[in-house]
């Protein structure tokens, strides 16, 4: 009953079409799409990322009515949850379909895994809690650290700028013990920086190395280690 009112819904309109046709827009908020009429149950803050995804990989006619939104939606968002139950399962134990691929972490709305990472992405996964892969903000965090830690290891020493760096909380985000900031952090950083990176694709081997490193540092902090 008002031009804001209705300007406000072309406004979100344009941004799910927008995005439909062209994946490099940014797509709805969570906001826009309860104003066109989704559920606000359906719609959240965490698996937004997996809706977003589904927009933007739709073309224009795949939106271009409430209903087709809404059914799109209502997939992305069960596709998420079906993804993230997968992966917060996941303990190294399983095989076959209950592994998470790739597609696995798409359709949760992670970005950065490819058949390059998953290796290392799954074996941080299967360490951690379920308490700690179980939204797709927590698992967006592990793959940044582990893409960190990949990034560093190219097999060149001293090419890694220090902000590019993980930090000790991001190497505990990974499931690696022992690594507190100051001394054990730099060294760690380090060493992974003159790896390749087939010497850290794993967080068993990831640990290996701290747990040296921390035998190192410990050892030159106190003379009776």
């Known amino acids: 009953d008002t031009v804001q009112k209705l300007q ?5 309109v344009a941004a799910v079409v927008d995005a439909a046709a062209d994946d490099s827009k940014p797509g709805p908020t969570e906001g826009q799409l309860e104003l066109l009429g989704i559920d606000p149950a359906l719609v959240t803050e965490d698996n937004l990322p997996a809706i977003l995804d589904a927009i933007r990989g739709a073309t224009p006619a795949d939106v271009d009515s409430f209903e087709k939104l809404r059914d799109l939606v209502e997939d992305a968002a069960g596709d998420a949850q079906d993804a993230l139950d997968i992966i917060k399962a996941y303990d190294g134990t399983q095989t076959g379909a209950d592994v998470p691929a790739v597609q696995t ?10 058949a390059g990472n998953l290796g290392a992405i799954n074996s941080a996964v299967a360490l951690l809690p379920e308490g700690e892969t179980d939204t797709t903000a927590e698992v967006q965090d592990i793959v940044a650290a582990y893409l960190k830690v990949l990034a560093a290891a190219d097999g060149t020493a001293n090419n890694t700028a220090p902000e590019a760096t993980p930090t000790a909380a991001e190497y505990a985000e990974l499931g ?4 507190v900031a100051g001394e054990k952090t730099a060294l760690l950083n380090d ?4 790896k390749a990176a087939a010497d850290v694709d794993t967080v068993q081997k990831l640990q290996a190395l701290a747990t040296a490193v921390a035998a190192v540092v410990d050892a030159a902090a106190d003379d009776s280690k």
């Open 176 to 179: 690696v013990t022992g690594v």
């Open 105 to 114: 972490y798409d359709d949760a709305g992670v970005d950065g895994v490819t």
């Open 8 to 12: 406000a819904l072309a406004t979100a």
């Open 191 to 194: 060493v992974v920086d003159a």
